[in-house]
């Protein structure tokens, strides 16, 4: 695929995760994904459509390759932690979204912090 092409590959992508079609996603991102494996932006699409897919191993693959690439990516620690919250993973999900919200306090990184907190607390009774 050209450069053209992959830009378009990567455009449709985008498109079908924002209408809530991450395998169709996937798939329209897999030429993308060969081509481009260590860039940022591809991973975290890539990580977005497994985590809406339920691929949670995969999406939690993704999001720590994105934050290899930049430690300094919020989202994708957001992201992260939420791939860990729903793997029951509660300790590592709660380091990941408590860095996200401290590195940028969106109300969505505060409220899914509160949630692995509130879902730690009832565990430890």
């Keep these: 695929m050209t450069g053209p092409d992959l830009f378009a590959s990567f455009r449709r992508a985008e498109m079908l995760v924002a209408r809530s079609r991450p395998l169709d996603a996937l798939q329209a991102l897999a030429p993308v994904l060969d081509s481009q494996p260590d860039d940022a ?37 957001f992201a992260l932690g939420k791939a860990l919250h729903r793997q029951g993973r509660l300790p590592e999900a709660h380091a990941q979204l408590k860095m996200a919200a401290a590195m940028d306090p969106r109300p969505e990184y505060q409220e899914a912090l509160g949630e692995v907190r509130a879902r730690m607390a009832l565990e430890d009774d």
């Design 41 to 77: 932006s591809v991973q975290l699409l890539a990580g977005r459509a497994y985590l809406n897919s339920a691929q949670l191993t995969r999406a939690e693959q993704a999001f720590v390759r994105v934050l290899d690439l930049d430690p300094t990516d919020h989202y994708a620690r």
